[in-house]
């Protein structure tokens, strides 16, 4: 038997040579690549793509209809091999630069940037615009007009709307609001030619050199300054400029100003924010002037009961304090409040919510 076998011999078929693969185009390569990828439920952020790209993309999807097997291993070959010789990525385009350099170059540099080489004809305007802080877009939604305004309030993320439109005048609000429910037809060229326009004011808005204002720089370097030299200096701002005094004075917030400044709930939190030591002698430190001893007062009454009285044991025994020793103490108390309104742990009250 197993002689018998051994002398069959097989038929020999004839196997077609399989065909060299398609020649073509990189927009062609990459809707395979596309539709590979899509096929496999794999994320593609498509959208980040310009307008155009997008376009020629979706089209050559459309013309394309069967591509064989050997085609595709032969594209996916390819894509895999320029994807392993990537060393480094850059973002494209100018605004990925100026996103990537954030922080990095001047609001100024970045401005001028912008400029001097203009808004790509398919980009978007309003991706600008709704990535801006409410902050920067408050002024300008005040100047525009009610229509403008609408429009602007449409395009953004529903939450910076709600927060800017809150800032405006009731009377404005009222009319922006009414004015938002007539922007269901308005054509997409004027909506973006409106972005432009906004985005050429914002981007024409000169940088400034300070962060705060100068009553808020005045009323900071005055919270840390000696009582005397702090009183003196106000003195001579009323005899100079008495409005100015008076929003300076309002700016600031030293040991006395917690009864009116600082939430009852948020006393305890002091403990944290200091060590006890100093806690000790800012609240020893305020025996002897009736502001002081209020504001000390306010800070036990606002405790648990036995952490005050541990507190008023350790003052007890702590005795007179150095004038010098006391201002300093308190000071590091008012710092590490400020330091906590920064935060978020705690929200301070001004002055004229006590009026």
């Known amino acids: 038997m197993a ?8 038929a020999q078929i004839a196997v077609p040579r399989r065909a060299a693969p398609v020649a073509m185009s990189r927009r062609q390569k990459a809707a395979i690549i596309v539709r590979l990828m899509l096929a496999e439920g794999s994320p593609l952020p498509l959208s980040a793509l310009p307008d155009g790209m997008q376009a020629e993309l979706a089209q050559q999807i459309g013309q394309m209809r069967l591509v064989d097997r050997a085609t595709v291993e032969a594209v996916v070959a390819e894509f895999l091999g320029e994807l392993e010789q990537v060393g480094l990525s850059f ?3 100018l605004e990925g630069a100026l996103s990537l350099m954030d922080g990095h170059i001047s609001n100024a540099t970045a401005s001028r940037l912008r400029r001097m080489v203009g808004i790509r004809p398919d980009a978007d305007p309003w991706d600008r615009i709704t990535a801006l802080p409410p902050e920067a877009l408050h002024p300008v939604l005040e100047e525009e007009s009610t229509e403008v305004a609408a ?6 993320p529903v939450p910076k709307a709600a927060a800017l439109l809150g800032k405006l005048p009731g009377e404005k609000a009222r009319r922006v609001a009414f004015a938002m429910s007539r922007t269901g037809n308005v054509d997409p060229g004027t909506v973006r030619r409106i972005g432009l326009s906004l985005l050429n004011q914002l981007d024409n808005v000169p940088a400034k050199a300070f962060d705060a204002g100068p009553v808020e720089r005045v009323g900071a370097i005055l919270n840390s300054a000696a009582e005397l030299t702090r009183e003196e200096v106000l003195r001579g701002l009323e005899e100079s400029d008495a409005g100015f005094a008076e929003q300076v004075r309002k700016a600031i917030f030293t040991f006395v100003h917690l009864p009116i400044r600082l939430n009852p709930r948020d006393v305890p939190k002091l403990t944290r924010a200091v060590d006890q030591a100093t806690l000790v002698v800012a609240l020893a430190g305020a025996t002897g002037q009736a502001d002081r001893e209020a504001a000390a007062e306010f800070v036990l009454a606002n405790l648990s009961q036995r952490m005050a009285q541990t507190l008023r044991e350790e003052i007890a025994e702590r005795g007179k304090v150095k004038e010098r020793d ?3 103490a308190q000071t590091a108390l008012i710092e590490a409040i400020r330091g906590l309104a920064t935060t978020g742990e705690i929200v301070l009250k001004r002055e004229e919510d006590e009026e």
């Open 3 to 10: 002689q018998a076998l051994a002398q069959i011999k097989p």
């Open 91 to 93: 973002p494209g385009g």
């Open 151 to 156: 429009i602007m309030l449409s395009k953004l």
């Open 326 to 328: 006391a201002e300093a």
